[in-house]
């Protein structure tokens, strides 16, 4: 078995990621503090082509930390369509208005187990809360569902750049015949 060379990967350029069909599914992070988990969760939706990012509240964007953002998105955050919004609710009523149905990404009452749910096709904004605090009750109440990840250990919680790969991975591997 030999390791294959970046240039035997075949994949797109930036200009052919960017008039490339994308998963309908929106990332938003409310109140992510950590630059690294940004740039990694910019790094994720690249890999998982993803239609955009909304980085809320206190989540920073490429444009004011540029430095740390790019140095774990290797360049992702040019890729990725993102926007920013002062209040996550004001994101959420955006992306309903348009069709989006809001996925908080959180331990709630009555969640659904991403590994037990089946993804009917349509457009998706998955939510995705502080490191601490997790996804705003307000923005929780706003949701029309929410998925939660099973875990078996003695944590509660997942890093949330870790928890956005896992949530993308699922719903690629359902949604993937729509890209």
């Known amino acids: ?13 930036a200009e052919e990621y960017r008039k490339s069909m994308k998963l309908p599914v929106i990332v938003v992070l409310d109140n992510v503090r950590s630059l690294y988990n940004i740039g990694s969760v910019f ?13 809320c509240g206190i989540t920073a964007t490429p444009a004011s930390s540029l430095v740390e953002i790019h140095k774990t998105a290797l360049g ?11 209040k996550t609710s ?8 348009i069709g989006f149905i809001p996925v908080a990404v959180e331990q709630v009452e009555n969640s659904n187990k ?23 009750q307000e923005v929780v109440d706003m949701c029309d569902m ?14 949330v750049s870790v928890s956005v790969g896992v949530v ?4 690629i591997r359902q949604l ?4």
């Open 76 to 86: 992702a955050e040019q890729t990725v369509e993102w926007e920013y919004y002062e």
């Open 114 to 136: 991403l590994d037990e749910y089946r993804i009917p096709f349509s457009k998706y904004a998955l939510i995705f809360g502080n490191e601490v605090k997790g996804v705003q």
């Open 176 to 179: 993937k015949g729509c890209i």
């Open 1 to 13: 078995m030999r390791k294959l060379e970046v240039s035997e990967l075949n994949r797109i350029d």
């Open 43 to 55: 790094r994720t939706s690249d890999a998982f082509r993803i239609e955009k990012i909304m980085l």
């Open 146 to 159: 929410s998925l939660e990840i099973p875990q078996y250990g003695t944590k509660h919680s997942l890093n």
């Open 90 to 97: 004001d994101a959420v009523k955006k992306l309903k208005s």
């Open 168 to 171: 993308l991975w699922e719903f």
